[in-house]
Structures are given as C-alpha cells and as structure tokens.
C-alpha cells in the first residue's frame, strides 16, 4: 500500500470564510504594522511596509475575493509569502491552525479560470470547505509586467550592503497623512500657500491655476487631486513646492512640509512591483521606520504635460532670456528660512543637513545658558543651540512646530533650536547685504548677510561663528 502523501497548511479566516495556503510559501506570520499607502496603486493594494529594511507591497485579501474584510488589531495578520524571489503580503482577518491534509483529500480542477487564486477545496469532517490558495497564480498575474522592476529590485537588494558613501538630500512633505519626498536639486523654492491663484478655464481639476512668482507665470498643480485624493482647506501649513524643470518653474501644492534629510544612498531603493501607475513613485527612502516616496515630478509633469504646454509661453520666456532675467544659479544662493523671537533667520541650505522634530533633550550641567542639552541623533551626541537666548535674553519654548536644525561642518554637527521653519527659497546675490562684524556688537558677528528688499526683513546667519562657541 503506498504511504500516504500529506501536506501541510496555514488555515485562516477571510470575511467568514475559511481559506488555506500552503505552508511552504508563507516566509513568516506578523501583525499588521504601519502601511505606507501608494497613490493609484490599485483598489486591493494596501501599500508598502518596511520589513527589516526590506520593502515590501501589501494586499487587501478580503478584497480581492470580494469580502468584507472583519479586521482585529488582536487577531488580524499579515502573511508574507515568497515565489520566486518575491516577497509580497496578504492581511488576513484570523489566522487559525496549521493542519495537515492528505493530497487525495484535495478536489481540484473546480474552479476552470486560470486566473483565479484558488485551485482546490478541501472538507473538513464536519462538512465545511476550506479554500486552498496557489500564489503561483496571484504573483505571476501581478507581477508580470514588472519583470525589470523585480530585476533591479534584486540588485538593490543583494548590494544594500555596499555604502557608496553618497547621500541623498530630500526635502519630505505630507499628504494624505502620507509621507513623501522630493530631492533637493528638482526644488527651487517653497513658497506659503498663495490665495489669489488665478485659475485657468477648460483646465483638468488638478491644475489650480497660475501665479506670478516675480513676473515669472508658474501653473500650479494640487497633487491632492491628480493623486485623485479628497481635496483639504488650504492653511497656513500649505506650501507650494517650486520646481524646476527643463528650465521651467511648476508648482506643487502640499499638505505641509516636514523636513529636510540627507539619507545615505543605501537607504533608497526602488519600489517593489505595484500597480501600472505606480510611476509617479521611482524610489522609496527608508529612515528608521519611516518609508518616504520619493516623487517623480518629471512623470507627474508628463502626465499634464498638453495641459501645461498649452499654458505655456515660451516667447515670453525667450524674451525674459533675452533681457538677462533668466535665474543664473552661479549668482545666487539657497536658504531655509525660520523663525525665532518673531524674527524671520535663516542660513544656507548648504550647511543644513536636516531638520528633525525634538525629542528628549539631555540638558548639560554648568552650561552657558544657550546650550540646550544633547539630543541622541540615531547613536550621535548632537548639542543644542538656543539662538533666541544669545539674541533675546530668553529660552525657546518647545511646541509642536518647533524644530531642530541640524548643521554640520568639518564633520561636527550642532542643532540650532527654531520656533518654526518657514520655506527653502533662491535668493539672487545682488538682494544680499553684508554685515561687517564688528558694527553691531557681539550680536552682530553672528550675522552674515541681510536680505534687501523684502517685506519682512530676513536674516542670513553664518554658521561658522555658531560652531566656534
């Protein structure tokens, strides 16, 4: 008699019904972490977690079998599955036992369409089915336009190791609660939210209007609509990124921007295989554990490209070349600008390595007044400077818009204490007026430049001074 072949299953819970997997597909069983979420991904598909520095997409199970997902933050799980080097994620409602099922036990061939997941039943003894699961057949059909991106993905992945000792310079924003990216050489500027965006007729919905950015006209995009996302009032946390490309200004609008990070190039990989729209999204950025999307702006500007052309003026611009208009980036400088005692500061971004909110501040015995604390920035000491107290006499109260940031020089960092961080913006060094040190007291060596011809007055530090104290 010959021995009888068994096979084992992970059995769970999906809407009310019970469904298996085989058992050597699935890598590992782990509660539902944070999802980062991926604008038109596809209906079913729940985002992007960061496992163990590798990233990985999430499906909604219940959803693709057309069931009501019943999820418990006790009970309900992720199964990461592996077939042929892909690793991807199911939510399931409950998992409930690992049985093993006799192979002459499974009915096969009932369900004809090859697309479907499910390949066989099995019945238990008292009469209820269970649905056997063949990823083979999911992972094929979802991958199967994404066999270069898998490629590249497996490179990424076996060369992760390897610190090219390059970073990233990416200044994040949010929307939807989500967090994205855009690198710092596609930037400009950011600006506040403008009010009096004049709008366009006959325009798609994401394209606001157009503004006058000194006498430049740059059309405006809401990445909220062309994400296709619900629309949000508009606060003083909006901001619109100004991006350049091929020699053209566009404007993004945000929820708000958060920070400004240098990431270490081995950090950044390219997404797993999502959806066909998946495009706008080019690489993922892991920061502990955050996932940031870096966007493709030069897709997203494809993508409204007639739109945009049509709103265009190229002799207009020829003309502006013509006249000596043109932004010349050798005569010009980039500064985030904040805000501290009421006062618009700022210093050139590049001295800013990033800007990170403020967590648990380590204070200093004997101490000047002006140094804060320590802070524990990923495993180094980073000292604290209270510009408002070498200024104003006073310490800076720390709030929720309240942030740190982190300069570095020679390799040594120091975080400057700011109420509230404004924008990064391109200033023209003819609007520049230096300061000679020794005019206005002590307090006026920490100046380095003021900027002419602005509403408000801003205030360009030298940060050399601030890492000699």
Do not use: W
Request: hydrophobic share 40%; net charge negative; proline share 3%.
């Amino acid at each position: 008699m010959p021995e009888e072949r068994l096979i084992d299953l992970l059995k769970f819970k999906l809407g009310g019904q019970f469904f298996g997997i085989y058992v050597e597909d699935v890598r590992e069983i782990i509660r539902i972490p944070e999802i980062t979420k991926i604008p038109d991904s596809g209906e079913h598909m729940e985002g992007i977690v960061n496992l163990r520095d590798k990233i990985i997409p999430v499906y909604n199970l219940a959803g693709i079998f057309g069931k009501h997902a019943e999820r418990n933050e006790e009970k309900s799980r992720v199964l990461v599955l592996e077939d042929k080097n892909r690793v991807f994620g199911f939510i399931v409602d409950e998992v409930t036992e690992v049985i093993k099922v006799s192979e002459e036990r499974l009915e096969t061939g009932i369900f004809k369409d090859e697309k479907d997941m499910v390949d066989s039943i099995v019945k238990d003894r008292d009469g209820k089915l269970t649905l056997i699961i063949d990823i083979k057949k999911f992972s094929s059909d979802v991958f199967k336009n994404h066999q270069e991106v898998n490629e590249i993905d497996r490179m990424i992945s076996q060369t992760s190791a390897v610190n090219d000792g390059k970073e990233r310079h990416i200044i994040t924003f949010k929307m939807d609660k989500q967090e994205f990216g855009v690198e710092v050489k596609n930037i400009k500027e950011i600006i506040r939210y403008d009010k009096n965006i004049s709008a366009i007729p006959n325009t798609p919905g994401f394209i606001e209007g157009m503004i006058n950015l000194r006498e430049e006209l740059v059309p405006v995009i809401s990445l909220r609509s062309f994400f296709n996302l619900e629309e949000i009032e508009r606060d003083e946390d909006t901001r619109i990124l100004i991006i350049i490309n091929d020699d053209r200004l566009y404007g993004f609008v945000v929820d708000r921007v958060n920070e400004v990070l240098r990431i270490p190039s081995e950090f950044v990989s390219p997404p797993p295989a999502l959806a066909e729209k998946s495009g706008y999204i080019y690489e993922v950025a892991k920061r502990d554990e955050r996932l940031i999307m870096l966007l493709d702006t030069v897709e997203v500007l494809k993508e409204s490209g007639d739109v945009l052309k049509a709103m265009d003026n190229k002799n207009d611009r020829d003309i502006e070349k013509a006249a000596g208009r043109e932004d010349d980036k050798e005569h010009e400088i980039q500064v985030v600008t904040f805000e501290v005692n009421g006062y618009i500061l700022g210093f050139e971004i590049s001295s800013v390595k990033e800007i990170n909110r403020i967590n648990t501040i380590t204070p200093i015995p004997c101490s000047p007044p002006y140094i804060r604390g320590i802070v524990n920035l990923r495993g180094e000491l980073v000292t604290l400077i209270d510009i408002k107290n070498i200024f104003y006499g006073n310490s800076c109260d720390i709030q929720e818009n309240t942030r740190l940031i982190i300069m570095e020089r020679d390799k040594s960092k120091i975080g400057i204490i700011a109420e509230k961080v404004y924008e990064v913006k391109r200033v023209k060094k003819n609007m520049l007026e230096e300061i000679e040190k020794d005019e206005n007291g002590i307090k006026g060596k920490y100046i380095k430049y003021i900027i002419k011809n602005t509403e408000n007055i801003t205030v360009i530090l030298d940060e050399k001074v601030l890492f000699e104290l």
